[in-house]
């Protein structure tokens, strides 16, 4: 008997440990990762330094801000019951806990690629369920009393069980550990290290050059600091390391990892294909780019067979979710057709949402920007608690604007923001979700303002479709400790600026000092945009600067973030000591690369001879009547994409045919014109006086 109770109570005290398995192991340090993590995968840093990379602020108690709200599913995040007890149940109700980094969800495509790329290149589901079992859980608390954010104080790693052991998708305690901010802070330090700095402090030889550009090239040097880490073939190719690997990885496949192949957006809301670093093992054959409905569909929607190893094709297909690109070799039909054959590599889904939802400045709603059917379309994020939000927002409106220079009241369309439809969401439970499909073509610069009708005025702004947030780079104000930064918030363009905590008397030597926003790099001094200024000694100190050593005062204008806008700083005397890059449009493929001439079998490229801006055309062979068809076409050379005056300009039927060997099924003529070319400078082609094709700006 007392044998049995002994047996009972041991069985009541295992089950009681397990159901309340809380973690044991608390990270504190990179070293900590390597020492106490085991295995440790890189779907696990990855998400780790996915998540540094978020960081907003961390206060003096350790409370953390993130650039994202996991209580709205940014990231696919969610709510998690924590029914399993695998972590410490929650006092008094206060937050709740929030996991994210399932990457079979939609919204996880907002991830970045160094996140996403190893799940989905998996092609076998059993190696996609082992790419897909970490999990960050935060635990978040909405604070709405002075200030409307999310702040979380704990952060735990942890993981799914394997699939052979059957236990669906329960956590492991066994490999749950407690992440400490310290550990944060540590790997966002890592992020902004310089390649020397790198080299010294933690003894990775990088090689003989001192850059490190590519984000998984940084993302690979992160993964070597750990030691006995099995890396993947992601890793091992940008990373030049001699570690082994289960098998030996060819040239041929680091080279395929390259391969990029992407849905873009046209002027007409219709998908563009793009593709860059095509192997040339694979351009010595015949190949074609492929648009699909989805990664799980074989239905083709479009089909052109390339001969660049960058390049765009314009599809009739409307932009919608899921289409993706594969690439295909060729395969002969009825013994001289070709068509696309066997796949080589395929592209990402095309996700709908570009970012994360912006907040409505002063409520608690967001605003985002998203494309359906071809179509600019918004969705209004209103927290639940925001009961009386159609009384208090009843006058207050969505407008679509095609680019960042326009006013508010020259819009394309609008509507009302109490007409939404409500979307039906159950994956996040704390807000409600109200949407809009507008009749605005999606294209490059198409973005989307939450306005107050006649009163506060614009209260959110989403980012540019298709704009690049470029790197965001200090430039040295000359002659003294201290920088300035462009940046974008909320749609505006705004200045930081870091002054170094020895330069204490700052504020007197800069008294008359200020800094202008510029529409373009061309600008002079005294141009800057109207009323975009202001004195140095007025920006706001930020709570916690981002750089050891430095103080960072920041100003948000009132001047719209578009391409091309620039930061200058200015002494009193009207010496300039520093000016930013111009703000940039992202380019989807080398501007170098040939692009359709809509509607026809041909190609315009743009490229330089002699120094000067150039032309060449390709004709498809089987075009053979386009003399006659683009008799009255031209070509026009332009010194920016803003301008609508031409340099110099020729006619295509002018142009010198070019003997080209390589390229058997087309017909290559060129042209170069008398303008030297440089940065900027652009061809289009136009036909009675209507634009079929205009290539990038031209980049050295």
């Not at 495509?109 to 935060?138: C, D, G, W």
């Not at 890592?190 to 850059?211: H, K, V």
């Not at 959110?460 to 920088?483: F, H, K, L």
Request: some cysteine.
């Amino acid at each position: 008997m007392e044998r049995g109770i002994l047996i009972w109570s041991l069985l009541l005290f295992l089950a009681l440990n397990i159901a309340y398995s809380y973690p044991n192991t608390t990270l504190n340090s990179i070293q900590d990762l390597k020492d106490r993590v085991h295995p440790l995968s890189t779907s696990q840093l990855s998400l780790l330094y996915w998540l540094a990379s978020e960081i907003k602020n961390i206060d003096n108690n350790n409370i953390m801000t993130f650039n994202f709200d996991p209580t709205r599913g940014d990231y696919g995040s969610h709510y998690y019951k924590n029914i399993e007890r695998v972590l410490p149940p929650l006092l008094n109700n206060i937050g709740n806990y929030y996991t994210l980094g399932n990457l079979n969800l939609t919204n996880a495509l907002e991830f970045p690629e160094y996140v996403t790329k190893e799940f989905l290149m998996s092609t076998h589901i059993a190696e996609k369920l082992v790419n897909n079992r970490q999990r960050l859980i935060l635990h978040a608390i909405w604070n709405h009393h002075s200030t409307m954010f999310i702040t979380v104080d704990q952060v735990y790693l942890t993981q799914h069980y394997p699939p052979n052991w059957r236990r669906g998708s329960e956590y492991d305690p066994v490999n749950t550990y407690r992440i400490t901010p310290n550990l944060l802070r540590e790997i966002q330090t890592f992020q902004t290290l310089s390649a020397t700095d790198i080299q010294n402090q933690y003894g990775i030889q990088i090689g003989p050059t001192n850059q490190i550009e590519d984000p998984l090239q940084r993302l690979a040097l992160f993964f070597k600091m750990i030691n006995n880490l099995k890396i993947s073939i992601i890793t091992f190719c940008y990373s030049n390391t001699k570690q082994r690997r289960r098998r030996a990885v060819s040239k041929e496949e680091c080279d395929d990892l390259k391969i990029k192949l992407e849905v873009k957006t046209t002027s007409e809301g219709t998908a563009r294909i793009s593709w860059d670093d095509i192997p040339k093992r694979h351009l010595n054959q015949d190949v074609f780019v492929v648009l699909y409905q989805n990664k799980d569909s074989e239905i083709q929607l479009a089909t052109t067979k390339i001969i660049e190893a960058s390049g765009n094709f314009t599809t009739t297909a409307a932009l919608n979710p899921g289409l993706q690109v594969r690439l295909h070799k060729s395969k002969t039909k009825w013994l001289t057709q070709k068509i696309p054959g066997e796949e080589i590599w395929r592209g990402l889904e095309f996700h709908d949402t570009r970012e994360i939802p912006v907040g409505i400045r002063g409520y608690d709603a967001s605003l985002q920007l998203y494309v359906k059917d071809g179509k600019a379309s918004a969705r209004l994020y209103v927290r639940n608690s925001f009961t009386d939000w159609m009384d208090v927002l009843k006058s207050s409106w969505v407008g679509f604007y095609s680019n960042g220079n326009t006013g508010t009241s020259t819009c394309y369309t609008w509507q009302w923001a109490v007409y939404f439809s409500k979307e039906t969401r159950s994956d996040i439970p704390e807000y409600d979700v109200y949407v809009y499909q507008s009749s605005m073509a999606m294209s490059p610069g198409v973005h989307a303002r939450f306005i107050l009708w006649k009163k506060s005025g614009e209260k959110a702004r989403t980012s540019d479709w298709e704009i690049q947030r470029p790197a965001i780079i200090n430039v040295n104000i000359n002659g003294y400790d201290a920088s300035l930064q462009l940046f974008v918030r909320e749609g505006y363009a705004c200045a930081r600026l870091y002054i170094k905590k020895s330069f204490s008397d700052w504020m007197d030597v800069f008294q008359n000092s200020w800094v202008g926003f510029y529409s373009n790099e061309n600008k002079a001094t005294m141009e800057y945009d109207e009323n975009m200024w202001q004195w140095t000694i007025k920006f706001s100190k930020e709570i916690q600067s981002d750089i050891p050593d430095y103080d960072a005062y920041v100003y948000q204008s009132y001047r719209a973030m578009s391409p091309g806008v620039q930061a200058r700083f200015l002494l009193s005397n009207k010496i300039e000591k520093a000016r930013t890059l111009p703000w940039e449009i992202q380019r989807p493929a080398d501007s170098k690369s040939p692009v359709d001439i809509n509607g026809y079998d041909a190609l315009l490229q743009l490229f330089i001879k002699g120094n000067k801006a150039s032309a060449r055309l390709y004709v498809r062979n089987s075009f053979t009547d386009w003399m006659d068809v683009l008799k009255s076409s031209w070509v026009g050379f332009y010194s920016n994409v803003n301008t609508g005056t031409c340099y110099t300009w020729q006619w295509a039927v002018y142009f010198s045919k070019e003997t080209r060997s390589d390229m058997p099924d087309y017909d290559v003529y060129v042209y170069q014109s008398s303008m030297a070319m440089s940065p900027g400078v652009q061809a289009r082609f136009i036909l009675d006086n209507n634009e079929k094709a205009r290539t990038l700006p031209w980049k050295n």
